[in-house]
């Protein structure tokens, strides 16, 4: 995914975006281009960020949050969990198209930059605490420094 010449033809979007959906669209097919695999997965997430901006506009109007369940207690507004299943669908989509970020050239899969974070993360930690123990000998003296 490279960015996009200006002899490259515009790539429409699907029919029937609102307009969460073509802002979508335009911030990723301007800089990128995707593969027809990655244009359909693209296409998917549009609908899907379409459906979110319906979904919250819904329960802005909401009066109240809650709703009385079948044995009169209170629970969450059944809107609530379909947001957030939007929210979470849409973060999938849209990770799934695996745009590099500032600092990559090709993106990389979830899995991998899990895999480094934690990576990060564990020596991180090592350099830490190896520095805690440096530290320590530094304060008792026995460091050579």
């Known amino acids: 995914m490279v960015g996009r010449s200006s002899s490259d ?30 244009l359909e997965m693209l296409g998917q997430a549009c609908r899907t960020s379409d459906e979110l901006n319906r979904l919250e506009k819904a329960v802005r109007a909401l009066s109240e949050l809650t709703t009385t369940g079948s044995t009169g207690q209170l629970k969450p507004h059944p809107l609530l969990e379909e947001v957030r299943r939007h929210r979470l669908l849409l973060e ?6 695996n745009l590099p970020d500032d600092t990559e050239e090709v993106g990389t899969r979830a899995g991998s930059r899990h895999a480094r974070k ?10 830490d605490e190896a520095n805690g123990k440096l530290a320590e000998l530094r304060a008792a003296g026995q460091g050579g420094w």
């Open 9 to 38: 033809d515009d790539v429409r979007p699907p029919s029937g975006l609102k307009a969460p959906g073509r802002r979508l669209w335009a911030a990723v097919v301007v800089p990128y281009v995707l593969t027809p695999a990655e």
């Open 92 to 97: 999938r989509l849209t990770s799934a198209l």
């Open 118 to 127: 934690a990576a990060e993360g564990r020596w991180r930690k090592r350099t």
